[in-house]
């Protein structure tokens, strides 16, 4: 899908109080740039952010960031945050980057939990290793994530769904802690769940939500 560019998007992030700049050079800072000694949060592909906002207003006592490689499609989450229901958020940080580069954004251990929503299935296999749960993106997670930290990965696509369970089950850093096929209807999994604008579209139509959560082991090799 070619996303249309928003001329005014780069302008508004560069102004935007809760959009970092630089953001390589906040290597190692980033409990600094909150302030506090709080844990921090990750997802990477936010789209519009509605999700990472609302988790921020439920979660005080943690600090997120929200990652977005596109300009325009940030553009949206700060107009959202902008909006009365969130603009007095502490704890919410925005980056406008490329998630292969997160090793040189964050130190290993700075981050303690990872989403990934309804990420992008790059679906002919050719393009295997862009997917955001691919081996080659696992291996980059275990560079900032700290041992002991989460991953937690939603989506209603099947094929993207089982193709991630196999690559964490190769991924000889990583255990498998949950998983479900049908997470609205798995009363355990679905606990403190915050619904994303395509988790409430999808299964609205009736599509089932893939979920799956897995540790970064202590010992990494």
């Known amino acids: ?42 997802e990477i592909g936010m789209g519009k952010g509605r999700f990472i906002l609302n988790m921020a207003k439920a979660h005080p ?23 009365e229901e969130y ?11 490329d998630a292969r580069e997160i090793a040189d954004v964050f130190l290993p251990g700075e981050v303690d939990r990872i989403y990934l929503n309804f990420s992008d299935p790059w679906p002919k296999a050719r393009h295997a290793k862009r997917r955001l749960t ?31 369970l196999e690559e964490i089950a190769q991924a000889k850093n990583w255990e498998m802690v949950s998983q479900t096929f049908d997470l609205h209807h798995d009363e355990a999994m679905c606990q403190g769940n915050i619904m994303t604008e395509y988790e409430q579209k999808f299964s609205a139509k009736g599509n089932p939500i893939h979920k799956v959560i897995a540790v970064l082991k202590n010992e990494i090799k």
């Open 61 to 83: 006592e943690i600090n997120y960031i929200g990652i977005e490689r596109y300009s325009s499609v940030l553009l949206r989450a700060l107009e959202l945050y902008d909006l």
């Open 1 to 42: 899908m070619r996303l249309r560019n928003i001329p005014r998007a780069e302008g508004t992030i560069e102004e935007h109080e809760v959009a970092i700049k630089n953001e390589k050079q906040q290597r190692g800072k980033w409990q600094q740039i909150f302030g506090n000694e709080q844990e921090i949060h990750i």
């Open 134 to 164: 691919s081996l080659e993106f696992l291996a980059r997670y275990e560079k900032v994530l700290k041992p002991g930290g989460y991953l937690e990965f939603k989506t209603d696509n099947k094929a993207l769904f089982e193709f991630s």
């Open 87 to 97: 603009q007095n958020l502490k704890n919410i940080r925005f980056i406008c980057m």
